[in-house]
């Protein structure tokens, strides 16, 4: 009897771990291809894409400047191929839920020195412009806060600062990107415009 009884609960037990097990196995993992793949046309197609929206954004609420969104943008998606915006238009990274909708995957942080992976909740946008309105009122309320910045090298410096990202190497990340792509052209046009 007791032999059965342990029997028993070693069978729950096993079954319980195994669909704990399978259940995250479905879980994707953010993979990327690396950014020297892509072809200059591919590159500047999507630029382009996120160019005209930003800089927008920027004429209108004066808050994140265009080339600060373009990079982020190149640096989280991956030049648009991340499986994060192909199947939930989420460009940046965005964590929680966007009127109420939301994917999960597994992810890198950086935490005490350290890449780790863990599982994360990212918002769900229904298109690319909610997307990036999204994120420019959240970059705008959390991270910078200051209106009217010239500069983008401030911009990333808050975004580190004030803990957009866990990698501790995220603003000088978007400052090569945003020199490398020549992104400070699309502040110029939209101050001056």
């Known amino acids: 009897m007791i032999t059965t009884i342990v029997i028993g609960t070693g069978i729950v037990v096993r079954n319980a771990i195994n669909q704990r097990s399978q259940s995250t196995r479905n879980i994707p993992t953010l993979t990327e ?7 200059k046309k591919q590159k500047n197609h999507f630029i382009d894409q996120i160019a005209t929206p930003a800089m927008q954004l ?10 600060v969104v373009i990079a982020q943008a190149i640096l989280e998606s991956q030049f648009g191929t991340s ?16 009127q109420g909708q939301s994917v999960t995957f597994y992810t890198r942080e950086v935490e005490n020195g350290k890449s780790i992976k863990v599982q994360a909740q990212f918002r769900k946008y229904p298109s690319l412009r909610a997307a990036l309105i999204d ?7 959390k991270f910078i806060k200051h209106k009217n910045i010239m500069s983008y090298r401030t911009s990333t410096s808050l975004l580190q600062e004030n803990g957009y990202a866990t990698d501790p190497h995220y603003a000088s990340k978007l400052d090569h990107l945003i020199v490398k792509y020549h ?3 699309y502040d110029l046009r939209a101050i001056n415009e």
């Open 183 to 185: 992104l400070s052209q």
């Open 33 to 39: 291809k690396p950014a020297q793949q892509f072809s």
């Open 135 to 141: 994120h420019n009122q959240l970059v705008a309320r």
């Open 58 to 67: 920027y004429q209108k609420n004066r808050e994140i400047l265009p080339s």
């Open 83 to 98: 499986l994060l915006y192909k199947t939930a238009n989420n460009l940046f990274g965005v964590k929680g839920t966007y």
